[in-house]
């Protein structure tokens, strides 16, 4: 049984174990070869876990460069092989990205994602893994684009979209977890009307519109979010949650021509 501390070497990188009755037990680190990767004047440690009976258990930290300046990318917090805690993803800057909250491997709290210049991006409530709570998105001067409502991972109540500061774009109305109609105010309809509904829509086609606003509205913060959500940064599970940007859009918006089928 391995027993103390242990190497694994490879083409640039070599891995530190340390062993206890045949189980990781402690810190474990992934360095750099002299020379390698750029790391002038560091130690040379790429990232740092810490094991407790053969599981991750406590802080594991990523390293990443930003010019010739090795800075954190990743700080996890584990308990018994599962997110227990805080979890951070920085940007290169060394300014936060993604802040986390994890309950036995799930997310459970608030995830906030930010814009390099630490202003908010993406923030929502999770319970047990489901969203659960406020959901907002904001475009890198502040102003709110979308904010809505979840209950045991479905949208509850309303989700509004903004093309402006103060100006309602579109309303979707959820009912038990399912879209019940859509309300446009800024389509202007027949006299009598008060706006532009998925039942009862104005004389344009708002399936055009609604892909006109998700280029314009959200194309800074999808240019941004991408910095963080590829597989460079999230786990593979996580890489998709960029996605709801776009399908938040996608689930409300009306069929093509302006009429529902």
């Not at 876990?49 to 917090?77: A, F, H």
């Not at 055009?208 to 194309?219: G, H, N, S």
């Amino acid at each position: 049984l391995k027993d103390g501390l242990c190497w694994d070497y490879y083409t640039v990188t070599w891995m530190e174990w340390n062993y206890k009755d045949g189980k990781l037990e402690g810190m474990s680190r992934k360095m750099e070869m002299p020379g390698q990767w750029g790391y002038k004047g560091s130690n040379g440690v790429i990232s740092e876990s810490s094991y407790k009976d053969n599981k991750l258990d406590g802080l594991s930290v990523e390293y990443q460069m930003d010019g010739s300046r090795k800075v954190v990318e990743k700080e996890i917090n584990y308990k018994d092989g599962m997110r227990e805690g805080s979890s951070k993803i920085y940007y290169e800057n060394g300014k936060p990205a993604v802040v986390e909250s994890f309950a036995a491997g799930k997310r459970d709290g608030e995830s906030r994602w930010y814009y390099p210049d630490e202003r908010p991006m993406w923030e929502r409530v999770y319970k047990a893994g489901k969203l659960d709570g406020k959901m907002a998105i904001y475009t890198p001067s502040d102003a709110l684009i979308a904010e809505g409502e979840y209950s045991g991972g479905k949208p509850k109540g309303q989700l509004k979209l903004y093309r402006e500061v103060g100006k309602t774009f579109a309303v979707a109305e959820y009912k038990n977890g399912q879209l019940f109609a859509v309300t446009m105010p800024e389509m202007k309809m027949a006299p009598g009307s008060e706006g532009a509904t998925k039942s009862s829509p104005a004389a344009v086609n708002v399936s055009v519109i609604f892909d006109e606003f998700a280029r314009e509205r959200l194309k800074d913060v999808i240019l941004n979010a991408t910095k963080i959500a590829p597989f460079k940064f999230l786990p593979k599970e996580d890489s998709m949650e960029l996605m709801e940007l776009m399908e938040l859009l996608e689930a409300i918006k009306p069929a093509e021509g302006g009429t529902e089928k």
